[in-house]
């Protein structure tokens, strides 16, 4: 993802006139120019697929991962930022075309967590020599 324009501005908040609100947004870090999905020191990227009744997974039924249950997650590619991997991946996986949304990074893996609302769409099974079809869980499972 490429950051078409960055601004950066401060507001004071002066005592004593009616800017309130301008205290709030003064308290916030606009100068921070990195992006967390810009990364390329990553290692992993893993993306978690779900709408608004609950979430998809598959299980892998070969290999050493048998029976692990599993969402669109995987090494990056040298020279790919952390976005472009994880929408790779998930495309790859699913045969979705998505906007994840970067979550957190899990240090001890250094592994960069998105979620993406899929809504009513459906992933598709692309992988069948590695594992089942995608299943949906409800939020009650």
């Not at 998809?56 to 050493?64: H, T, V």
């Not at 929408?87 to 592994?111: H, M, Q, W």
């Amino acid at each position: 993802m490429e950051v078409l324009a960055t601004y950066f501005f401060e507001i004071e908040h002066r005592s004593g006139k009616k800017m309130s609100h301008a205290d709030y947004l003064f308290r916030i870090n606009q100068t921070n120019s990195e992006y967390p999905w810009d990364r390329r020191d990553v290692k992993y990227i893993l993306n978690v697929l779900y709408n608004d009744k609950g979430v998809y997974r598959s299980e892998r039924y070969k290999d050493l991962m048998k029976g692990l249950i599993q969402v669109p997650c995987e090494k990056i590619d040298p020279g790919e930022t952390s976005y472009q991997a994880v929408c790779r991946e998930t495309r790859e996986k699913t045969g979705l075309y998505t906007a994840p949304v970067y979550l957190i990074t899990d240090k001890d893996f250094n592994c960069d967590l998105y979620i993406t609302d899929i809504e009513e769409r459906i992933p598709q099974w692309m992988e069948p020599s590695k594992n089942r079809p995608w299943t949906f869980y409800t939020w009650a499972e």
